[in-house]
Each structure stands twice: as structure tokens, then as C-alpha cells.
């Protein structure tokens, strides 16, 4: 077998022959022009080849790359990221990276992985402007996401990015167990898009929403802002409740599992109270009917309360401004007190205006959450859901706490007064016992001087 260093040398001298016969017969010049316009190239390290695919060992693999004789590829520079690193066999055409132009074996050594990892990169960049659908395995996961491969490329499948399907509910938002859920996708695979890359910095980002079938973005399109649907809860979480529901214009008796789409209710759209925690109104499990707020791609938002009357559009009905009413506190922050009139009419106490009517006190002084009190109010706007409220101070906490006090000295006083005329009872008693005590003695007294007169 000729070396490459050999092939050079015989070919160098080919090409020195022929240019000294063609300056020796000038009829010949047209030759010379062409030599020179077509001088042979030999490739130089980093140069990429293609070869033919010839023998295939578990450690190598050889290459017919022509005129330039045999090359090699060893151990992991065999892996083909294009081909998702499926075996090669005998007859694959490949293109590989020049490493050494002659090794010990006297082989042309190559490496099939780095030539593929540019192809592989623009391969990623024309699906992400041509935003084809690629399968993905997942590797590993983190409280962030899924590590995934593309064209053996490592890339990055955000939480965010993640399909109804595959998103991690957990109702308490704890990262722990949303990165349990996550690592049962390891090893699986997943349909995703090319969203973003950065081949500099060898980052890749894809997503799994973006991802939607033909068929999914079908029954989307169907639907339309005002639609109802009845669906049941697939999750619940702080910002609210995740819906499952079959489109209006499926019926149950035709349709599958996966023809489900989903929406969401944020924690506002649940009901028409302020909520500070949806699980105090649904639950994983629940079927309810909501009305399709907005869609917006794959983005679906549902309300529940826009199926109820709203409460305030008769507000003024029930409450006046300038009236006082009983009010509960619900709770007390920076800016005020949200105060509920009844199950669904609320308003704020600000912090202003408690300022300027109690001047030097603080509100969590003189009022406490979840209890009643009087409450004058000061506006009403219907449009907004808005109403202003000032605390009585008849019915403050310090008002209360007065009385508390005070009851518990006349208690204080009762009791006091309760044991002194216990005590007084007792003396009164014991002298009555001394007396009668003292009455008896005399009497024994007199039976017995009359007994000795007697003898």
C-alpha cells in the first residue's frame, strides 16, 4: 500500500516531466496552459474530504477517498452527529475533517465528528428558519429544564417551552418536586422546534409548544373568543388552573385524549372575590364551564367568573358613598386593608386616607384581619370594581381592647370584693361558734353546781 507522502512524491515528479516536455516542443503550449490552469492540490490538515465508507470495525472505520488512497477515522471521531450517531456501514458516503496526513499505519487520519459538527450547526440554523418539526432525546433534566441532543449537539429545552402534556403542575410550586416530574421525561423523546442558536457559544435552545401538529392548531383556529367550554381541571397552581377540554366542535363519542386542548384561568378569572389561593375554589379533578377570553398561538385564556353576573354592575343598589356598613377584614399590607362588604363586594381602606383621619396611628394598631368592623364609604366605581372605605374609629381594635381592659379590672374588682366578703362570712361564722361554744361550757357549768347543792 502507497503512502500519501509516496503518491505525492511520484505524482510531483509526473507533473515536473511533463512541464519539461511541453517547454521543450512549443507546439505542445496549449498543454503547458492547462497544466497550469489545473495544477493537482494535495489537501493540507483541516481540509474536509469526502470518502466512501469501505470497512467498519468497532474501533475504526476506513475510507476509499480516491486518488488519495486510504483514510482512516479512529474511536470517537467516528460519531456522525447528522446521523443522530447511528452506526455507519459499508457503502455510507461521509465527509470527514483532515487530522494527519500520515499516521504510524501509514493512513490518512480523519475525523467524521469534526467535520460534521459545522454541517451540523447549519443544518440547526435552516431548521430554525425554516422552522421544521426534529425529535430530540432528552438526556438529563434540572429545576430549569430538559438537556437534550440535536445532531449530536447538546441544546436546552426550557420549562416554559414545555407542552401541556409534558408541563410540571405542582401545587405548591416546589422545585423539588417539579424537578421529579422532569426526570421521568429523561430518555424519552420529544417533538420539538429550533427556537434559538448561538454557534459561537455553542448554545441551543428548542421548544416543544412550538411544536404544535397540523391537527392541534386545526381545532385552535376553530375556536373563538366567547366560546364556553366544559372541561376538567388538569392543575393547579398559584397563578391559577389549568383546563382540559375537547373543542366545541368535537363530540365526546368522536374524539380521543389526544385531541384534548388546554387553556388557563388565572387566579383573577376564577371568581368574582379576591383569591389568594385557587385551590380555595377548584380542585385537580373538578369539571367546570369557562369562557374563552382570548387565544393568543397555542395560548388559550379561560375565566369562570364571566359565566357569573357580575355583582357590582348593581352595587349602588346595596351600598351608598357617605353610609357606614359592616365590613370584615380580609387582609392588611403597605398600601391599606382590603375590606369585604359580603361574599363578593370588596373594597381598600387606603393607607392615606386612614392617615389623614387618624393622624399618628397605624392601621395594624387599630384593626385586625378577619375581623369586623364599621366602614364609611368614601367612592364607588362600578367600571373598575373599585370602592373606598375609612375605618370608623367607634369600632376600632383600640376601642375593643379598651373594653377588654376594662372588663377584666371589674372582674379584677368583683372578684377582690367576692373573696373579702368570703372572708368576712368566715370570721363572722367563727365567732358565732365561738359563742355558741362558750354557751354550752356554761351550761355544763350550772347542771354541776346544782347536782353538788342537791347532796
Avoid: C
Avoid at 114 to 132: C, F, G, H, P, T
Amino acid at each position: 500500500m502507497q503512502t500519501m507522502s509516496a503518491k505525492k512524491n511520484i505524482l510531483d515528479q509526473i507533473v515536473d516531466n511533463v512541464k519539461k516536455t511541453v517547454d521543450k516542443d512549443e507546439d505542445n503550449s496549449a498543454m503547458g496552459k492547462l497544466i497550469e490552469k489545473t495544477p493537482i492540490e494535495f489537501p493540507e490538515i483541516g481540509d474536509v474530504l469526502e470518502g466512501t465508507v469501505i470497512d467498519v470495525s468497532p474501533f475504526s472505520v476506513l475510507l476509499d477517498l480516491g486518488s488519495f488512497g486510504t483514510g482512516i477515522v479512529m474511536g470517537k471521531d467516528t460519531k456522525d452527529g447528522l446521523r443522530n450517531n447511528k452506526k455507519l456501514k459499508v457503502g455510507d458516503k461521509v465527509t470527514a475533517t483532515l487530522i494527519d496526513l500520515e499516521n504510524e499505519d501509514g493512513y490518512i487520519e480523519l475525523s467524521i465528528r469534526e467535520a460534521s459538527y459545522d454541517k451540523a450547526w447549519e443544518d440547526l440554523e435552516s431548521k430554525r428558519d425554516n422552522e421544521d418539526v426534529v425529535e430530540v432525546r432528552v438526556l438529563d433534566a434540572n429545576k430549569g429544564g430538559l438537556m437534550v441532543e440535536v445532531n449530536g449537539i447538546g441544546g436546552f429545552l426550557p420549562v416554559s417551552q414545555l407542552s401541556g402534556e409534558h408541563y410540571p403542575r405542582v401545587e405548591d410550586g416546589n422545585k423539588n418536586k417539579i424537578l421529579e416530574k422532569l426526570k421521568k421525561l429523561v430518555g424519552q423523546t420529544l417533538t420539538v422546534k429550533v427556537i434559538d442558536t448561538y454557534r459561537d457559544e455553542e448554545k441551543l435552545i428548542v421548544s416543544e409548544k412550538a411544536a404544535m401538529s397540523e391537527k392541534e392548531e386545526a381545532m385552535i383556529s376553530k375556536l373563538k373568543e366567547g366560546d364556553v367550554i366544559e372541561g376538567e381541571i388538569s392543575g393547579v397552581v398559584d397563578f391559577g388552573a389549568f383546563v382540559k377540554f375537547l373543542p366545541p366542535v368535537l363530540s365526546k363519542e368522536d374524539s380521543q385524549e389526544g385531541d384534548k386542548l388546554e387553556g388557563l384561568v388565572h387566579i383573577s378569572e376564577l371568581a368574582w372575590q379576591l383569591i389568594s389561593d385557587p385551590k380555595e375554589i377548584v380542585k385537580v379533578g373538578d369539571t367546570i364551564k369557562a369562557k374563552i377570553i382570548g387565544i393568543d398561538d397555542s395560548r388559550i385564556s379561560l375565566s369562570m367568573r364571566a359565566l357569573e353576573k357580575d355583582p357590582w354592575e348593581s352595587i349602588k343598589e346595596k351600598y351608598q358613598e357617605g353610609k357606614i356598613y359592616p365590613g370584615t377584614v380580609d387582609k392588611i399590607n403597605h398600601f391599606g386593608a382590603f375590606i369585604y362588604l359580603d361574599d363578593n363586594i370588596h373594597g381598600l381602606a387606603h393607607v392615606s386616607e386612614f392617615s389623614e383621619m387618624y393622624p399618628g396611628k397605624k392601621m395594624e394598631d387599630m384593626i385586625e384581619a378577619g375581623k369586623e368592623y364599621e366602614w364609611k364609604v368614601l367612592s364607588i366605581e362600578p367600571k373598575d370594581h373599585r370602592m373606598g372605605l375609612v375605618l370608623m374609629e367607634s369600632s376600632s381594635k383600640v376601642q375593643v381592647t379598651s373594653d377588654k381592659k376594662t372588663g377584666k379590672k371589674s372582674e379584677k374588682k368583683k372578684a377582690a370584693s367576692d373573696k373579702e366578703g368570703d372572708k368576712k362570712s368566715d370570721k363572722k361564722n367563727d365567732k358565732k361558734k365561738e359563742t355558741e361554744v362558750s354557751a354550752e361550757k356554761k351550761k355544763k357549768k350550772t347542771k354541776k353546781s346544782a347536782k353538788k347543792n342537791d347532796k
